[in-house]
């Protein structure tokens, strides 16, 4: 929700029968896959401050953005209020995390290598993180992943660079590595 709203929703009834999730019955409560990535500290920093934010874990974080990316926001609504219900049922309301972006675009300068772009725009790529994620999710993932012809931990790190460092900056990103592997013929690798 935009923190300086100025009025509440219009809407009135059940906008989940406007927009009915595309997803109802897909069980996404079991992480009984894993995916290994190696994240830089500026995404690091990044995620926790959503964690900050939200008090929620990285992994739930992580969890969240890319179920957001696979899915979609809506889908992504529609999950948080299945879960709700079930654990109203139980008596045992917990809070799930909210969408929100952070960023600012950087300033391009000359870098003599891709791996140079990279550090640059996103810190250093020093820790290695194991996910626990729902299958479904993971197999999605694989998919778009192999679909944009890279491996999975590079997508999904330009994944997250979009989403938790904003669109600027992602594309001040790419246009200067795609300008110095240009120059010295490397290929694209996020």
């Not at 009984?32 to 500026?42: F, G, Q, T």
């Not at 939200?54 to 979609?72: C, I, K, N, Q, T």
């Not at 998919?143 to 012809?149: M, T």
């Amino acid at each position: 929700m935009w923190p300086f709203a100025k009025r509440g929703s219009r809407f009135l009834g059940d906008a989940a029968t406007r927009s009915p999730s595309a997803m109802n019955g897909t069980d996404f409560n079991d992480n009984d896959a894993v995916i290994k990535l190696w994240l830089s500290e500026r995404l690091l920093a990044a995620i926790d401050v959503l964690c900050a934010e939200h008090d929620a874990s990285r992994p739930d974080v992580l969890r969240w953005m890319l179920f957001e990316h696979a899915y979609g926001r809506t889908e992504f609504a529609h999950l948080r209020r299945q879960a709700r219900e079930t654990l109203e049922r139980r008596s045992d309301m917990n809070d799930i995390c909210l969408s929100t972006r952070s960023g600012r675009s950087g300033e391009a300068a000359s870098f003599p290598t891709p791996r140079a772009v990279h550090q640059h725009f996103l810190g250093k790529s020093n820790q290695d993180v194991k996910l626990t994620l729902p299958a479904a999710l993971r197999r999605d993932l694989e998919a778009l992943a192999a679909q944009s012809g890279q491996p999975l931990s590079d997508y999904l790190r330009g994944v997250l660079a979009r989403q938790l460092l904003g669109e600027g900056h992602y594309q001040s990103w790419q246009d200067e590595l795609e300008r110095v592997q240009q120059e010295t013929g490397t290929h694209n690798q996020t």
